[in-house]
Nanobody, 118 residues
Framework: QVQLVESGGGLVQAGGSLRLSCVAS????????MGWFRQVPGKEREFVAR????????YYADSVKGRFTISRDNAKNTVYLQMNSLEPEDTAVYYC???????????WGRGTQVTVSS
């Protein structure tokens, strides 16, 4: 089992920045990659970014490419999502997720709210 706890959400004006953190605990040695997703009420959860635990390769949704950066600190079992040039459309609950293989995500955090005002 892997436990995930997100932090760093909040209220920011359009054009501002926030950094989200996700700390993993438990069987972190089994992790294949970690990702960030977001969800707006009434809509499906959407993929934002992911990073391989070994090697650090990254992948982003087109909607955030060039504005968001995902990174990791293996020693701290922590993944970050640096969000710059935030837009009101980025308002959502952001979830951290982890998986143990190249398939669906097994583990999810409880989410952190990000609100971008115009």
């Amino acid at each position: 089992q892997v436990q995930l706890v997100e932090s760093g959400g909040g209220l920011v004006q359009a054009g501002g920045s926030l950094r989200l953190s996700c700390v993993a605990s438990g069987r972190t040695s089994s992790m294949y990659d970690m990702g960030w997703f977001r969800q707006v009420p009434g809509k499906e959860r959407e993929f934002v970014a992911r990073i391989r635990w070994s090697g650090g390769s990254t992948y982003y949704a087109d909607s955030v490419k060039g504005r968001f950066t995902i990174s990791r600190d293996n020693a701290k079992n922590t993944v970050y999502l640096q969000m710059n040039s935030l837009e009101p459309e980025d308002t959502a609950v952001y979830y951290c997720a982890a998986r143990t293989g190249d398939y669906g995500y097994d583990y999810w955090g409880r989410g952190t709210q990000v609100t971008v005002s115009s």
